[in-house]
C-alpha cells in the first residue's frame, strides 16, 4: 500500500516534470537590462537577457556609476526573432553568450537600425553585435 507522504511526493515530482516540460517553470536567475545607444542626434533604446552571474555583476558595477561615467558597452552574438523583453526589435541578444566589455572589433559596431534594416548580414556574416556606443541604463522588471 502506498504511503500519503509517497503519494504527496509523486504528485510534488509530477508537477515539477509537467511544468518544466510547459515551460512554465519561473526563472528567477534572469534579469533583464536596457541600454542606451547614443549616436550623434538619435537616441535607441534595447534590453538584453542574461542570468551570467558574472556578467550581472558587471552590470551592477556599471550601474553604480554615474551615466556619463559608464564606459563598458555590450558585444556577444545576436539571434533574430522578436522576443517580449525586446519588442521594438526584431533580434535579440542571445541569452547568456553576450559580455559587458571595454574594447571590441569595429567590424561588430554599429546603430541598432542597421542591425534591424541588415539582419541577415549580422547574423550570418559578422556574427556578433557590439555597438561602442552602447551603456547599461538600468535593469528593468518582467
Request: proline share 4%; charged share 25%; aromatic share 12%.
Amino acid at each position: 500500500m502506498i504511503s500519503t507522504q509517497n503519494i504527496f511526493y509523486l504528485t510534488a515530482v509530477s508537477l515539477v516534470l509537467i511544468l518544466t516540460a510547459c515551460g512554465t517553470e519561473n526563472d528567477n536567475s534572469s534579469r533583464f537590462y536596457q541600454f542606451t545607444h547614443e549616436h550623434e542626434d538619435v537616441n535607441y533604446t534595447f534590453v538584453a537577457k542574461t542570468s551570467d552571474s558574472e556578467v550581472i555583476v558587471k552590470l551592477e558595477e556599471e550601474l553604480q556609476k554615474p551615466f556619463n561615467e559608464r564606459n563598458m558597452h555590450i558585444n556577444g552574438p545576436i539571434d533574430r526573432g522578436t522576443v517580449d523583453y525586446n519588442p521594438n526589435w526584431s533580434w535579440h541578444f542571445a541569452e547568456n553568450e553576450w559580455d559587458l566589455v571595454e574594447i571590441s572589433a569595429e567590424v561588430c559596431d554599429g546603430r541598432p537600425s542597421f542591425v534591424e534594416e541588415e539582419l541577415d548580414y549580422w547574423v550570418n556574416d559578422v556574427g556578433r553585435y557590439c555597438p561602442w556606443s552602447s551603456r547599461v541604463e538600468k535593469e528593468v522588471r518582467q
